[in-house]
Each structure stands twice: as C-alpha cells, then as structure tokens.
T-cell receptor, first 115, second 114 residues
Framework: AQSVTQLGSHVSVSEGALVLLRCNYSSSVPPYLFWYVQYPNQGLQLLLKYTTGATLVKGINGFEAEFKKSETSFHLTKPSAHMSDAAEYFCAVSAPNQAGTALIFGKGTTLSVSS | NAGVMQNPRHLVRRRGQEARLRCSPM?????VYWYRQLPEEGLKFMVY????????ESGMPKERFSAEFPKEGPSILRIQQVVRGDSAAYFC????????????FGEGSWLTVV
C-alpha cells in the first residue's frame, strides 16, 4: 500500500523567502512521485514529477524537488517566493510500471505569501 | 490539443435529485480517473476506468455512486439521490495508454447540494 504525508497544512512565507513544502511517502516499491499545484476554483496542474534517474527534479515556475530514498521524502522547494505562488500544493505517489495506476494524494499544503 | 474537459463546472442539486458529471479525456488518452475533493481532506481517489471497463472502483461509495466510460462519448460520474455530504469538487483526470503515470486533470465540477 502507498501513502503520502504532507507535513504542515499551512505554510506562510514572505515574498522573496525560501519555500519548503514537505512530503514523505510510504511505498512497498520504488515509487513515482509528483507535485501538483491548485489555484482557487481550478484543477490541478502538474509542477514536476520523479520517475527514474536524476533525483533532483526541476519543474515549472522555478520549483524543484529532490527524491531522497533514505528519508522517503520528496520535498518541494523554491529559492524565492512570489506572490503568485500562493496556492494549494499536493504531493502524490503512484506505483511505477503499471500503466494508468491511480495517484494517491496527500492532504495538501496551503502556501500563503505575504508582501 | 484540448485538455481534459469537464462539465458542468458548477452544478446545484436539491437533496434527492440526481447529479451527472461528464468528463472527456485528452485526445489519445484511454484511462480516466475520478477524484473527489472535500474541504480540508485533499483529493480522494474514487474510480479508474478504461473504455467500457471499470478497472478499480475501490474508492467509490457503495451506494448511489456509479461511473461509466462508454465506447463512444465522455465518462460519466453519476450520483443518485444526492445528500448534502456529496457537496464537493469532483475532478476527472486522464492518462495515455503507455506507462509513465502522469495524469492530467480537468478543471473540476463543483457540486452543491441544497
């Protein structure tokens, strides 16, 4: 069975500050990992994903995440927050090599950015 | 290339009525997923379908909820005899046939039961 835990349901940062959103996973097999962003009243947009290969993954809007197998983590970071980054962020896990396997999501972290 | 299309975007139903939510996957995608998002609870997997087949419905409530993905036309999530607790955002997603497991989400359908 797979699961995802996002530590901190709300994170607040100042504009220009480092963004760190935490995600830990549980999986019986090496996982595929994803971060999605959701703006109010909209669907989910894929930020980045890790499947295989390089453990540091770069995504859109300046975000990146690092897969750390030893820590079972996939934390999302951005060096400098922008007001437009305020949104809800979801970490998700799926089992690899299974076409179309459903994603299991964490409960989400709401990011607030203040000026 | 159009994304995943969901309609209606917003739907209001009275208790006891039926709600039908439609989803057209991205072109070339034959896998469809439905998720429900309740406040403060994140997204919960409901059902995974391929054309004319339900592959995994482990997240579907046992009663009143059903889903289909016919050979022709959109996938339908049907909720019979809606109750206030069904009020939520329902998201459809699709993925292509090959492995890789990236799924693409629609904009969602917000159901309000009054």
């Amino acid at each position: 069975a797979q699961s995802v835990t996002q530590l901190g349901s709300h994170v607040s940062v100042s504009e220009g500050a480092l963004v760190l959103l935490r995600c830990n996973y549980s999986s019986s097999v090496p996982p595929y990992l994803f971060w999605y962003v959701q703006y109010p009243n909209q669907g989910l947009q894929l930020l980045l994903k890790y499947t295989t290969g390089a453990t540091l993954v770069k995504g859109i809007n300046g975000f990146e995440a690092e897969f750390k197998k030893s820590e079972t983590s996939f934390h999302l970071t951005k060096p400098s927050a922008h007001m437009s980054d305020a949104a809800e962020y979801f970490c998700a896990v799926s089992a690899p090599n299974q076409a179309g396997t459903a994603l299991i999501f964490g409960k989400g972290t709401t990011l607030s950015v203040s000026s | 290339n159009a994304g995943v299309m969901q309609n209606p975007r917003h739907l209001v139903r009275r208790r006891g009525q039926e709600a039908r939510l439609r989803c057209s996957p991205m072109k070339g995608h034959s896998h469809v997923y439905w998720y429900r998002q309740l406040p403060e609870e994140g997204l919960k997997f409901m059902v995974y379908l391929q054309k004319e087949n339900i592959i995994d419905e482990s997240g579907m409530p046992k009663e009143r909820f059903s889903a289909e993905f016919p050979k022709e036309g959109p996938s339908i999530l049907r909720i019979q005899q809606v109750v206030r607790g069904d009020s939520a955002a329902y998201f459809c997603a699709s993925s292509p046939t090959e492995t890789g497991n990236t799924i693409y989400f629609g904009e969602g359908s917000w159901l309000t039961v009054v």
